[in-house]
Structure formats: C-alpha cells, structure tokens
C-alpha cells in the first residue's frame, strides 16, 4: 500500500466529500440537480423563479420536475391555478419527503466516507 | 407526510441503491466508470483489453486513466516494456487502493442509506 498522509491544509482546497445519486429501480433516479430545484421551487414558491434561480430554462425545469414525479410515483410540486407560469408552486408533503431523505442520505453516506476519503484525498507521491 | 409502503414485491424490478462519486477537490473526482476501468485492467492486465472490454475507445480508456493520476496524485496503472498497445498493464498500490475504498465507501453508504431508499421507493399514489 502506498504512504498515505493527510491532504495539503491548503485553505484554498475544498474538503474531500461524496457526492450521491438515488437508483429506485426501473429507471427512476434522483441526483442533485433534481433535489436543489426542489429546495429552490419551495424557497421560492415558483417553477420559474426556481428555474431562472438556477439559470435553468422553464423547459428544463419542468421536465426534472415531471421526471421526480415519476420516479416517486407521486406529484412532488402542486401548482395554483393561474396559468402554468402564471400561478405560483409548492411542494408536496412527497417533494419535502424526497428532499428530506435526499439530504439525511446524503449526511450519512458522508460521514461513513469521512476516514476513506481523507485517506484517497492523501494519496501522493512519497 | 404521505402514506408509505413497501416497493412492489415483483421481482423484474431492482432493489433501489445508491451510486457515488467521490470530489476529493480541486475537481479530482473518481465515479464509477474510472472504478470499473481500473477494475477491468486489473482483470485484463491490459489498458486496450480493458476498453474492448467495457466498449470504451482505447483513446478514452487512456483519458479515463490519466484522470484517475490526476485525481490520486500517483500512478494508478504500470505499463510494462513493449510500446503503449504492445506491453501489459498492471494495477499500482495506489491503483489497488483506490478500488478498495471506492467500493467499501459504495458498500457501506448502501448500508446506511437502505431504510430511507426503500421508503422514497415505496411512495406510490395511496
């Protein structure tokens, strides 16, 4: 096995962390693009807003919404009546379940990585 | 919060799982492709073998192994003698490692992450 030591304290690095990605089964996945529009539709109470926040065309942020809704069976963002962009949006008690263990597995999967991934991060030359 | 329940019992769908990827900063990121190339030499003991193997141009197989150099800060993969297509390639110890934690990290967030992903699984219309 190769010397290990801790990465650089260098500032300017960023920590070593996982990044995750939720397979449901039969095509259904929920990655992290898909879970901070989320958390931005109920910030914001609006697709749009949600999608120009996240220099996101409207296009594109409904189709990750009805994507979500696929993969968890359910609608996860409930739009007022006024128009598709004229009314605003807000999630689901299924929208706030997504993003809520999204975030749970997320914290965990991390906190299991930490000693691995620290290690990875040190590999260099001796 | 919706009712949940169970995933359907029917045995052509998956069981949900997690897929990562590890950011070891400064854009140093090791997902699953990198891993089952490295893996494939491994088996192979071959870079242009590994490539047929997973369908992967032996230009991009030689890509995916110079990032995983970059990402690891060493060698992850030795060429023997004989020209880039002619000699054999072998796993480093750094490479080795790098397989190692990449998929106790992946076994273990699998581990911790089972009861919610079976939960936002089984979120279907009440």
Redesign the interface.
């Known amino acids: 096995?190769?010397r290990l030591r801790p990465?650089a304290a260098d500032g300017a690095?960023?920590?070593?962390?996982?990044?995750?990605?939720?397979?449901?089964?039969?095509g259904?996945r929920?990655g992290p693009g898909k879970v901070r529009l989320l958390e931005e539709i109920g910030r914001n109470g609006s697709i749009s807003g949600a999608g120009r926040a996240l220099r996101m065309s409207y296009r594109r942020a409904w189709e990750l919404v009805e994507a979500l809704n696929q993969a968890?069976?359910?609608p996860v963002v409930e739009t007022a009546t006024g128009g598709a962009r004229g009314g605003g949006a807000r999630l689901?008690?299924?929208g706030?379940?997504?993003i809520r263990?999204y975030r749970?597995?997320e914290a965990?999967?991390n906190?299991?990585?930490a000693g691995?991934?620290g290690?990875?991060?040190g590999?260099?030359?001796g």
Do not use: C, K, Y
Request: hydrophobic share 40%.
């Open positions: 096995m190769p990465a690095e960023e920590a070593p962390r996982l990044s995750i990605r939720l397979d449901l089964g039969g259904r929920i968890v069976g359910r689901t008690p299924a706030e379940t997504v263990h749970a597995i965990e999967s906190r299991v990585a691995r991934l290690e990875l991060s590999l260099r030359p």
